[in-house]
C-alpha cells in the first residue's frame, strides 16, 4: 500500500468517525423521548405560543434531515448548542473548562508514560525476576483501581488523616493570591488528582510497554545489533523500544476515550472544576445540551488523536513510507 | 490446535484424549498462584453473596437511628447517613456488579464470536463492514457514548448492561476472525469441506470450538470492565434508581470522605476487590490458554 493511499485512508476513517459522532449525538438527542423544548423550557412555566416560536427557532418545525443539516452546519461552526439552564452556549461553557482538564490530564500522561515505559522495559529485560513480578503486581492492582475509589482513599489518607493537602477545588477559597503564589497554591490543589490518574494511567503503560518489548525481544534483529557491539542502552532504547513503541501508542489512542473517562472521575471526587464537573452538575441539573456537548466534543478529539497517532508514525517508520 | 487423532481404543481413550487440552490447561493455571486465589475468591463471592443476600433476606433499605455509626460488631462496615448498614448495601451492590459483569460478558461474547465468526469465514465485503464497525466502536469513546444516552433515555439496569454488551464485542470479534482466519485452511476444516459437510456445519462443529481458548481468557476481562463502566456510570449519576448499586453508594458517600470515611470506602473497596479479582483471572486464563504466552511462563 503506498503512503498516499495510506493517509488518505486514514483521513477519509476519521472523517466518517466524526460524522458518526456527530450523528449519533443528534439522533440521541432527537429520538430522546418527549418534546426538546418542553426539556428545555418545561420547567419555566412557558406559553404555547413561546414554546412555539421557539420549536421554529430551532428548527424543529422542519423536516428531520434539514434539522440534520442544521445541526452539523451549527457544529461545524463551533455551536455546540445552548445551555438554558446556564444561559450561555455550550462551546463557551467547554472552552472555559476544557484547559483545566488538560492542566490534569497532559502532565499525568507525561509522567505515566516515562515511569511506566521505563518500568515495563525493566520487566520485560528481567523477565520472570522478583522486579518483573513487582511491575506486574503494582499495575495489575493499578489497573483495577478505579479512579474514583483511589481518590476517595487519597482523601481519607493524606488530607484528613495526614492534612497534608487540600481535598477539594483547584484552589483556595476566597484566596486572591496572583501570580506565584496563585500557581503554588493551584500546585498544591493538583498533588493528589495528580497521583490518582498518575497511578492509574501507569499501570496500563507498564503493563503494554512489557508486552510490547517482550514481542521484540525474541526477534533475530536484536541479536544483530548485540553481535555488532552496540551497547546494551542502545539495543534497548535505539532498537528494541522504537520498535515496541507502535503498538504501544496504538493502543494508548484505543485508550484514550477511557482516560478521559477517568480524569471526569477524578475531577469529581476532588471537585476539580473540569470537564468532570460539568459533566456531573449537567445530569444532576438534566442539562441535555451540555452531557451532549462532552460527548460531541470528547468523541472528535479521540479520533482526531488516533488519526495524529498514525500519522506521526508515518514520520517514524519508514516501514510504512516505503511498504 | 488442531485436533489430536483420536486413538481407535474404546471410549475411555476417547474420552482421555478429549479431556488432554484441559488437563494441559489446569497444569499452567494453577502454577499462577495469585490467579488460583481469584479464582476461589472469586467463586466464594458469586456463591455467596446471592446466598446470603436472599436466604438471610437482608433489607437494603431498612433504615435506623444509628446514623454514621463506625464499624462495630453489628455492624461490620458501619452504617451510612439514614443509619442503613453498609455491609447489607454493599452485599445488594455486589450482587447487581456480578450481574452486569455477566450480562455484559455473555451479550460481548456472543456478538463477537459471531460476526467475528462471519467475517472470518465468509470474508469479502461482509468481513469489511463488520471490520470497519469494530475499529469504529473501539475509536469512538463508548463511554460517554453510553452516558449521553442512559442520561436521555433513563438508566434502567437491563438497559445499561444492554448498551454495554453491544459495545464490547469488538475485541472479541477480531480475535475470533484472526482465529477463523487461520483455521480455515487449516486440512481438517479442507477435509470436512471435501466431505460436503455444510458451512454452518463446518462452522460450528469444525472451527468455533478451536477458536473458544483466547476467548474464555477475554470473558474475564470484559465482565470486569462492565462492572467498571456501570460503577462509573452510577457514580455519575445516571444508574438504576432502583436497585442498589456500588458506584452510587459511592457518589452518595463522597460528602463523608473526611467526616465517615467507611461510607464511601467500602462500596469503593468492593469494586476495586471484585474488578482485581476477574482481572488476575483474565491474566491468569490468557497466560494459560495463550500458547505463545505459556511457553514464557
Known sequence: ?323 | MAERPAPRAGTLARLHTRLQPLADFWRVFRRNRAALLAVYALVAIVLGTPAVVFLLAVEPEAISTDVLARPSRSHPMGTDYLGRDILGRVLHGVNTSLLVGTGVALIGVSIGIGLGSVAGYYGGWVDHLVMRAADALLIVPTFFLILSIAFIFGGRLVFVVLLLGVTTWPQIARIVRAEVLALREEAFVLSARALGVGDAKVMFREILPNTLPPVIAMVALLASSGILTEASLSFLGVGDPNIVSLGQMLTSGLEYATSAWWVPACPGGAIFLLVLLLNLLGDGLNVALNPRLRTLA
Open chain 1, 1 to 323: 500500500m503506498s503512503l498516499h493511499r495510506y493517509v488518505a485512508g486514514r483521513l477519509a476513517q476519521s472523517l466518517f468517525l466524526i460524522l458518526l459522532v456527530i450523528s449519533l449525538g443528534f439522533f440521541v438527542m432527537r429520538l430522546a423521548p418527549g418534546d426538546p423544548v418542553l426539556y428545555l423550557y418545561g420547567a419555566q412555566n412557558v406559553s404555547a405560543e413561546t414554546l412555539d416560536a421557539m420549536r421554529r427557532q430551532w428548527g424543529l418545525d422542519r423536516p428531520l434531515w434539514q434539522q440534520y443539516t442544521a445541526y452539523v452546519g451549527n457544529l461545524l461552526q463551533g455551536n455546540l448548542g445552548y445551555s438554558q439552564l446556564n444561559q450561555q452556549p455550550v462551546a463557551r461553557m467547554l472552552a472555559r473548562i476544557i484547559p483545566n482538564t488538560l492542566l490534569l490530564m497532559i502532565p499525568s500522561l507525561v509522567l505515566a508514560t516515562t515511569i511506566g515505559v521505563l518500568l515495563g522495559i525493566l520487566a520485560a529485560r528481567r523477565l520472570n525476576s522478583w522486579g518483573d513480578y513487582l511491575v506486574g503486581a503494582v499495575s495489575m492492582v493499578g489497573y483495577s483501581t478505579p479512579p474514583f475509589w483511589l481518590g476517595i482513599v487519597f482523601i481519607v489518607v493524606f488530607a484528613s488523616g495526614l492534612r497534608w493537602l487540600p481535598t477539594q477545588g483547584m484552589s483556595t477559597l476566597g484566596s486572591s493570591a496572583q501570580g506565584l503564589a496563585r500557581a503554588l497554591d493551584v500546585a498544591t490543589h493538583m498533588v493528589l488528582p495528580l497521583g490518582v490518574l498518575v497511578w492509574w494511567y501507569l499501570a496500563a503503560f507498564a503493563r503494554l510497554t512489557r508486552a510490547s518489548m517482550l514481542e521484540e525481544s525474541r526477534k533475530p534483529y536484536l541479536m544483530t545489533a548485540r553481535m555488532k557491539g552496540l551497547s546494551e542502552a542502545h539495543v534497548i532504547f535505539r532498537h528494541a523500544f522504537r520498535n515496541a513503541s507502535r503498538p504501544i501508542l496504538t493502543i494508548l489512542g484505543l485508550h484514550l476515550g477511557t482516560m478521559f473517562a477517568g480524569t471526569v472521575m477524578t475531577e469529581v471526587v476532588f471537585a476539580w472544576p473540569g470537564m468532570g464537573r460539568l459533566t456531573f452538575n449537567a445530569i444532576i441539573q438534566h442539562d441535555y445540551p451540555v452531557v451532549l456537548g462532552v460527548f460531541v466534543v470528547t468523541g472528535v478529539a479521540v479520533v482526531m488523536a488516533n488519526l495524529l497517532i498514525d500519522l506521526l508514525y508515518v514520520l517514524l517508520d519508514p516501514r510504512i513510507r516505503y511498504g
